[in-house]
Every structure is written in structure tokens, then in C-alpha cells.
């Protein structure tokens, strides 16, 4: 099977290693990945912060880069969830129903839920909003960790309450945002566990952000962000480091 | 709305305060969490929810289609009852026509059921230059009032408040408006509630006039209905001799037969029970029974401009249960008083800007106090796509231009002329990786950001440089 990797601006810009994470995932899976260079920003964040008309030629530019590829990957669910749900609004109704969350299209498409990872580390998992509540990514996530070999699941509190990203949000109301993702990293910290993951990075940018601010006042805590792909993608043989 | 809400700032500003208030964050905490709980299970027990839901939001969107039919039909109807219209088009002219009723009585103080609409036209701030007391019946708008406070909640205005700062609003003021609290009151609940039972029994029986609102208007019959759970409603709209009932237009139902929906989600979402406890419902006057003097005043004050807005005329579904601000994680962090105006949390952000235009900070600063989780439109009753409304807000508003807008405008245009050119986007990634140990505290609105974050570090190469390298 051939998919093509959608693998987001953020991803490109911040985070390679997750994307690199979800080609090498993909192809021990007996994947062919494509990456077509043509991409680059699916207009989410013009589109939530009300520029639907710069919005119009990002998401043009976004179909045409994935033309012709029958299944389109991301390890994003924000990303995927602006695809699924936002462009059929401006027209664009063929890559909405062709675009996968990546959790979606390993349990789903593939249908594996045991990736044969190993990730000797007690993991909680954050589910982030846009895969909770537009894609509706249910245990997905968590029964894919659940099959990871030496991975302890812990259940995080209030997991289901936003971590205070929300794009620009995070800037224009910076204190309403910081205080949302403090009370997550309290949550995710009570639970022991050393590595906080979810779906999408743009979340784990905001609360990895607060964790290393907040580490200092809570010294000895270990906890880190880590996508879910860097941790499906880590082998006995070959280890996430 | 109310004049005490002018010349608000902008929503972030607002919030300040309550984010750092660690008294108040508390007790919002409390109070939305304990709430949110019961109602989930209270939603869980009906196997019918969504389509209870789906109803609501059918029900509402037909009556909004033909809105100008309905209230004809309800006109006719209140008339042949026994009961007078009267049609506001805004505010003053609302709090205009309650005065004048209530002076033609010849009577100085009013008793009051709780009420979004008065309260959005500040109609006892309006009584008072008139010379008329206007007296809250309802338990928590009594403590706002006494406390010479604002609502900072829907369904519980006086949420933001805990048992002792009661105690000491109840024991300092009451005395001044009427029956004075017993001595040596404490913040037993118990005690509080009897405290203000006695200072509002005076108050029922010696009120000749009753201002209500609605929370549905049943068309074919010109029937009004208050869902409350004191019975301090039903005294009002019992008791006197006069009863007048301002309410907004988009309250209207076809039918008898429609509440039947509602008598099933409106408790469940806004208190969690199964049944609300006092459902008081009265038509036009009967003889010797109840008020023999009915007025109904129709409230638009901007409803017809939402309704004029295809995306944003959804807000005008809501049958104000709270349920949304229960949920909301930037409301339970800001407070209510933050989104200046009666309607607070998600449906305010909506709401406010649509009735009063985006024209002022605090209003063009509404539609972004969200962080499009979509906990709001899971919960709402009536299916209100609350995160759709607020994107189609902000178009208006960043269309509008403004402080803030210009230089965001042009930061996004510059972005994307540069995400419509992948080769100019690799070569930006690769300055910016070469550069990555001087510069990451100036990007665009790092200010903001590492004001409480740390900035994430940039990696030595972008993913796309990783694959041309190692895939091509
Ligand atoms: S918007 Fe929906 S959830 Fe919020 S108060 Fe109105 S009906 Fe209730």
C-alpha cells in the first residue's frame, strides 16, 4: 500500500522527528510512503482566527499536493480534523474523506493495534479536543499504547478538558491559556507517569512548554511530551532516545 | 445591555484578574465541576438524548423561520386572554414601557422572578432613576444584588461567591433593603436560606406589582412559562396585582406540544434534574385568580440583526440552561464578569457580539475567548455550534481591522505567501535552524507565549530537508 505523509507545518518546522517517527512506523508496517513537497500548511490556523480569504489558497494548494493518492496520513488530529471537517465548507469534499488521522489509519485502515513497539515507560495520554471531539479518535490511541510492549497506561485526570492551545488562542489569551495548561501538567504529574503523549503536536508544544517553565519549582519530576508516533515508532532494536 | 457593562475592556484584560484570584478560581472550580457531573449523568439516564437534542434544535430553527407568524399568533392570543403586547426595539424603549406600567399602578417597588432579558436591559437600574425599587426574589440574584454585584453566571449569578462572603453580604446588607438578617448569622446553608426567606416573605406580601421574564411564549395559546427551582417565582407571578413580563422575541414556541422537549433537556442540562421543580405557566388574566392586570413586553434589542445572520442566528436557539459555561475551561479560568454582559461563558462570547454589535473592545474581544475546544456544542441542548459561530465572528471582527488586526493581517499574509511557496518555506526552516541558538525568543508573539511557556528548541533540520536527504 502507497499513502502519501501529510506530515504538517509543525511537524516540518518543530518536530521532524515525529514525522520521521511516522515514515519509519509506516514502513515496518509494509507501508510505501510518499511525500509529496508541495505541502505545506493545511490553513488551520488562518481559518480559526477568522481569515477564511488567505485560508481559501492554502487548502487549494493542500488538495492539489495530495491528487491522485488513495489514502493521505497525519500525525496531526487538529490538522486532520480542519481537513475532515472545515473544507468541505469552502468546496473541497474528495481529500476530507481520504485524510487519516494516523491512530485512525492504524486501526482502521491497517487494522493493527499491536505495532510490535517497545517503550519501556509509564505513558499517560492526553486526548486533545479536535481528536476527542471532531474526529471521535475514542480508545484508538489508547488501545494501540496498551500493545506497546513494556508500556505502563495510566489514566490522566480531567484528561478530557482542553490543555489551552488552541492556536492563536495561545497567544491572544496567553493567561487563560497558561492557567488551562498548568492545571493539565498538575493532572498529567499526579499520575506519576514519566512521559505525557498525544496525537498532536501543537498541543504538546504548549503543555512541554509549561512543563520545562514549571519544571524548576517542581523539581525531581521527570515527566516529558511525546507524540504518540515517537512512541509507536520505537523498537526493541531500535529504541526512542 | 446594562450600562455598567460599558467601556469594559477587551476579554484578556478582563480575565486578568480572576485568573490570579485564587479565592474565585477555586470556587468556579467547585461549583462548574459538582454541576457538570450530575449533569452528565442526568443526560446519561434518558436513551433518547440526541434525538431529544436534535428536536430542540429542529423546534427552535422552525419557529425562528417563521418567527414573524408566531408572534402574531402570540399576540392575538395574549390579547383574546385578557393581556396587553407591547414591542420593544431596544432597551430604552423596553425600560421605558415597564416604567410607565409600573408608575399608571401607582405603586414604588416591584418584586422581580429572575431574569436574563431585564437584566440585559438593566431594567432595575432604569426603574431606580425613575424612583422605583425593583426587589430580586431569587436566592442568588438577592446575594448579587445585596452584594451590589454583578451576575457572573446564568443559572447561578452568584456562583463566584462562597458561603461566608454570603454570610457577610446577608448580615451587612439586608438591613438596608428591607428585613435585616437575624444575629449572629452563620454560613450554615440552612441558616442563610432562612435568613433570606424571612427578609423576602415581607417583600411577597407587600408587592402589588411582579416583573417577570419567560422561558418559553406557547404561540397558539399566548401562554408564558418560568422554569425556576425556589418557588420564589410563582409568588411573584402569583401574588400581585399587576404582572408584567418583558421577554425576547426568539422565545417563542409553535405549540403546547413543543415543551415537551424542553421540559425534558432544559432541567437536566442546567441543574441536573429530572424534572424541574417549579414549572409555573399563566395566560393572559383569569377572574379573581392571580394577577387581573397582565402585560407582556417583546424584546428584540438586536435579535433581529442575529437572526439576519445565517451562521450566527443558531445563538437565538438557546434556552439559557448554562450547561455550556459549566464546561467551558476559559470560563471556569476568566469568571463570568470577565465577558462583560449578562451572558457570560461560550454562548456570551457568541451572543453579546451579535446583539451589540463588534463595535466596542470587550466585544470584538468575545469571539476569541475560546480555544474552539467544542466542549460547548457537545453539551448545548439545542445543538448550537458554538465554535462555528465564534470563527464566523472573528471574521467579521478581523475584517473590521482595527487595534491588533492591521499587523496580524499583515503577518498572515506574509505567511502565506510563503506557505504558497514550499521552496521558500524550506529555505525560511533552514535560516532559521542555522540560526537557532540567537534568535528563538523573537519570533512573532513569543512575548505572549514565554511569558509562561518555554518556546519549544528548533531542530538542527526540518523534516522535509530529513527526507531529501534520506528518502530521495
Ligand atoms: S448555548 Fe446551549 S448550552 Fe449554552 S446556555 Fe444556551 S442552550 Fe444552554
Redesign the interface.
Known sequence: MRVALF?T?V???????T??AT?RLLERLGVE?D?P?????CGQP???????R?TE??IR?TTRAFEGYEYVVTPSGSCAAMVRDHYPKFGETSLPSRTYELTEFLVDVLGVTDVGAYFPHTVTYHPS??G???LHLGERPRKLLDAVKGLELRELPGA???C???????????????????DKVRNAVSTGADVLCGADNSCL??I???L??EAVPMKGVPLRALHIADILASTEEEPYV | MSGTYLGMPS??EA??EA??NVTL?ANLRHATHTIRDKRALAVAELADWAELREAGKQIKDHTLRYLDRYLEQLETAVTEAGGTVHWAADAAEANRIVAGLVKATGEREVVKVKSMATQEIGLNEALEAEGISAYETDLAELIVQLGDDRPSHILVPAIHRNRGEIRDIFQDRMGSWGRPAPDGLSDNPTELAEAARLHLREKFLRAKVGISGANFMVAETGTLVVFESEGNGRMCLTLPETLISVVGIEKVVPSWRDLEVFLQTLPRSSTAERMNPYTSMWTGTADADGPQSFHLVLLDNGRTNALADEVGRQALRCIRCSACLNVC??YE??GGHAYGSVYPGPIGAILSPQLRGIQSEIDASL?????????C??VCPVAIDIPEVL?H???????QGGKGHRL??AA??A??W???H?AA?AAG?RA?SRTRRLHPRKLP?AG??T??????E??A????D??KRN?T
Open positions: 506530515v507545518c511537524n516540518d518546522a518543530f518536530y521532524p522527528a514525522g520521521i515514515v510512503v511525500f513537497a508541495a505541502q505545506t500548511c488562518q481559518f480559526n482566527t477568522g481569515y477564511r488567505e489558497p492554502l494548494r479536543c479536535h476527542l471531539r471532531m478530557e478538558e482542553c489551552g492551545f488552541g492556536g492563536t488562542f495561545a497567544v491572544k489569551n496567553a493567561e487563560v491559556s497558561a492557567a488551562m495548561g498548568r508544544m504548549h512541554g512548554g509549561i520545562r517553565r | 476579554f484578556p480575565a486578568k485568573v490570579h478560581r475551561p476559559v479560568r476568566a469571539p476569541y475567548a475560546s480555544s474552539l475546544c467544542g466542549a456544542y457537545e470563527v465572528l472573528r471574521e467579521k471582527v478581523a475584517d496580524e493581517k498572515i499574509k505567511a502565506g510563503v506557505l504558497d514550499p518555506l526552516e532559521a508573539g505572549a507565549w511569558a509562561d511557556r518555554e518556546l519549544p528548533l531542530p533540520e526540518s523534516f522535509r530529513w527526507w528518502r
